[in-house]
């Protein structure tokens, strides 16, 4: 297994449009973490599933973004009405969940440019 | 309330060892980490503790952590210039779906 793949890497759009990224996790993992990080800062929670129930958003999270695990595998983060301010590194991770603790393992991100 | 704070920067000399600070305010934290960002790329795991642990050493990182005073450390003996990076330290409690609270970051320069 590669670990956990991101794409696109780079995405540059104009404000307003939609954007949607894919995460596809390390296979036997049923947790999936999105993150987002601004220049100079540590990431930021977003969502997590588990297989294909989403467990928790963040207030971060507006109306205009949503997240789906249709399958309990990969996921999509779509973001509409695209503004200045979405701007970051989006990031994603996968864990198990039992027993014990299992660390997140993360993908290389998407980073998101407004024009 | 979930904080977490480290130092910005932190610059050595290789061969040196370099110890990277954190603090964090939630006690029921039951987990912490600490991981390694190069700059364009993910984040790498590169250690964690668990709360109830006082220390953890694999290979060149040592971390200690002071669950009283809330501080963790990571220790990387004889730092080479491939380890300059970001560090990030994070939080988790594992009754909460494991989401993890970042710092900062700390910026590692590593001169030859």
């Known amino acids: 297994d590669t670990g956990v793949s991101q794409d696109p890497r780079h995405k540059i759009t104009k404000r307003g449009q939609n954007v949607t990224f894919r995460c596809d996790p390390i296979?036997?993992?049923?947790?999936l973490y999105w993150y987002r990080q601004t220049l100079g800062q540590g990431p930021e929670f977003l969502t997590y599933?588990?297989?294909?129930?989403?467990?928790?958003k963040s207030r971060l999270l507006s109306d205009r973004f949503s997240a789906e695990r249709p399958k309990g595998s990969f996921s999509t983060l779509e973001i509409q009405r695209t503004e200045q301010g979405d701007s970051a590194m989006y990031l994603c991770?996968?864990?198990?969940?039992?027993?014990?603790?299992?660390?997140?393992?993360f993908g290389d991100g998407t980073r998101l440019s407004i024009l | 309330g979930e904080d977490v704070e480290q130092s910005l920067f932190l610059s050595v000399r290789e061969g040196d060892s370099s110890v990277i600070n954190c603090t964090y305010t939630?006690?029921?934290?039951?987990?912490l980490y600490w991981y390694k960002q190069e700059p364009g790329a993910g984040l790498q795991l590169l250690t964690y503790?668990?709360?109830?642990?006082d220390m953890k050493q694999d290979q060149r990182l040592t971390v200690l952590l002071n669950k009283k005073d809330k501080h963790l450390s990571l220790r990387i003996a004889d730092t080479q210039t491939g380890d300059s990076a970001i560090y990030f330290c994070?939080?988790?409690?594992?009754?909460?779906?494991?989401?993890?609270?970042f710092g900062q970051g700390t910026e590692l320069s590593v001169k030859p």
């Open positions: 296979s036997e993992h049923n947790r």
């Open positions: 503790i668990f709360s109830n642990m």
């Open positions: 599933f588990q297989n294909e129930a989403q467990l928790e």
């Open positions: 939630d006690s029921s934290s039951t987990y």
């Open positions: 994070a939080e988790s409690k594992h009754n909460q779906g494991g989401k993890l609270i």
């Open positions: 991770a996968s864990s198990g969940s039992h027993p014990g603790n299992q660390p997140q393992h």
